[in-house]
């Protein structure tokens, strides 16, 4: 008898969660639910107020576009000195840092700090960086540096950061080399 009652509870139970989801299924589509003891099921409003278009986004804007006259005047003249003649395809500003993302018509493309410091310097795919422009961002010491050790004509990027230097090369050897802000040798990395 015990069993019997149960598999009523256990009917009615099921039968109540169909009923329920019934009602909202047809609240979603927009439908009127069937009236039970009185109630009204209404479809639900949207919490959020209508936000006008393209006002819409994922998030905050972390870099975009910027004139070039909004760099610092210490990156502009250094690429007015270095890279007189080469046309600025594109220059962003990174929102969070302040630094500056430049890219020039040759490919080559630079990055800068809110100051104005270079802090990386990048030749495009299969190129390597002119001697003019290595001697410029890079200290003297650690130019004779590279000369010496043959790298002058196959540096493919500069990094630099609190560490120092860090220089990718296209060497059938080395990887990339690094050096401390005094220019000693602190890391080679084989390839």
């Known amino acids: 008898m015990k069993t019997k009652h149960l598999s009523h509870s256990i009917v ?7 009923f329920a989801g019934f009602c909202a299924a047809q609240t979603i589509r927009g439908e009127e639910a069937p009236k039970s003891d009185g109630y009204k099921y209404e479809q639900q409003r949207n919490a959020m107020p209508d936000i006008p278009e393209g ?9 975009g576009s910027v004139d070039y006259a909004a760099l610092p ?12 003649g080469h046309a600025v395809v594109k220059c962003e500003k990174k929102f969070t840092s302040g630094e500056f993302e430049i890219q020039l018509a ?7 700090d809110a100051k104005g410091n270079v802090i ?7 190129y390597s960086l002119s001697s003019p422009l290595l001697k410029a961002v890079v200290p003297g010491k650690l130019y004779q540096l590279l000369i010496h050790n043959g ?3 196959s540096v ?8 120092g230097y860090r220089i990718d090369v296209s060497d059938p050897v080395f990887k990339a080399v690094a050096f401390d ?3 000693v040798l602190t890391l080679v990395v084989n390839d």
């Open 12 to 18: 009615a139970l099921v039968l109540s969660f169909i």
């Open 55 to 63: 006002f819409t986004g994922v998030g905050p804007v972390v870099a």
């Open 73 to 84: 005047s210490k990156a502009r003249k250094f690429l007015e000195k270095h890279c007189d």
């Open 106 to 112: 040759d490919g080559i493309e630079f990055e800068f």
């Open 120 to 126: 990386e310097t990048e030749a495009p795919e299969g």
């Open 151 to 153: 790298f002058e004509q």
């Open 156 to 163: 493919e990027a500069v990094h630099r950061d609190r560490s």
């Open 181 to 183: 802000p005094s220019g």
